[in-house]
Structure formats: structure tokens, C-alpha cells
């Protein structure tokens, strides 16, 4: 599909613009620009141009994600709370028919039992979960080598 001039959707679900402030003992004094030039930086460094999009509405990840599927090679997604919650969002990523990267900051099998389950989980081809923000760059990492396989 894609060679070395790729495009990749990275979507980070709600309250993670919060990030820095929002319980920094779970998630670290991390802001959200500072993943999304992390992720600029990924993506650049594995050849890939990266679409950045933090939404606190589900229909606005929807709508993106239904639009990557004639934009991008792939999507790196942080549902967070919509991981437990959005039927949707699964839905979404099936019908895009891309390789999905599910990404979680925390590790959530460690947390409460409802954060154990994911709706987006059996859409991806890999869950990344608990690596801090280093799981963005390992997503994009990943991602861009099942892309070369094509």
C-alpha cells in the first residue's frame, strides 16, 4: 500500500488534552503537545506524514477515522475512555479496514476492572498499554513496519 512517503492518523480520545495536569501520578506531567510532537517526530524518522486529532466528542473520532480510510496508511489510537465504552469507534476502525495501533499511557490491566475491558482491542493488530508516552512512538514504529511488508 504505502511505502516510505506514508500517512498515518494518530487519534487521541477524551480528556487526554488534559494531560499534565489530570492525574499526573497515573499519567505523568506529560502534555498532549508534548505526544504529538513526539509522534511528528516518529513518524518523520519511519517516513510517514502524521495526521494529529485529540477529540473529547466520539463523533469527531468517528468521522476521522471513517475519512482515513482514503488519507492514511494506518492509525495509531488512545480511545481512553472510550476504549470501555464505544461500540462505534470499533465499528469505525472495522469498516476503515487499516492497521490499528491501540495505545494506552497507563497500564490499564492494572487499574480499575471496568479499564480491562477494550471494545477497540480486537480492531488492532497491536495494544500497546502501559509504556508511558514511549507506546506512541512504538505504535508508529510498528505500524511503519507492517507497512513496508506490503
Known amino acids: 500500500m504505502s511505502t ?7 487519534v487521541n480520545g477524551p480528556n487526554l488534552n488534559m494531560l499534565g495536569t489530570r492525574e499526573p501520578g497515573i499519567y ?14 516518529a513518524g518523520a524518522d519511519a517516513g510517514f506524514e502524521v495526521e494529529l ?36 469507534i470499533a465499528d469505525a476502525l472495522r469498516a476503515a479496514a487499516l492497521p490499528v495501533v491501540e495505545v494506552h499511557i497507563s497500564n490499564v490491566h492494572a487499574r480499575e476492572e471496568f479499564r480491562r475491558h477494550s471494545y477497540v482491542s480486537p480492531a488492532a493488530v497491536a495494544v500497546i498499554a502501559g509504556a ?16 513496508r511488508q506490503d
Do not use: F, W
Open 4 to 10: 516510505m512517503t506514508g500517512r498515518l492518523l494518530i
Open 28 to 41: 505523568g506531567a506529560s502534555t498532549l503537545g508534548d505526544i504529538e510532537e513526539l509522534c511528528r517526530r
Open 53 to 88: 486529532l485529540q477529540s473529547n466528542h466520539e463523533g469527531a473520532i468517528i468521522d476521522a477515522i471513517q475519512a482515513a480510510k482514503d488519507t492514511a496508511d494506518g492509525i495509531v489510537i488512545n480511545p481512553a475512555a472510550y476504549t470501555h465504552t464505544s461500540v462505534a
Open 132 to 147: 508511558g508516552l514511549n507506546g506512541y512512538r512504538y505504535a508508529v514504529d510498528h505500524l511503519a513496519s507492517l507497512l
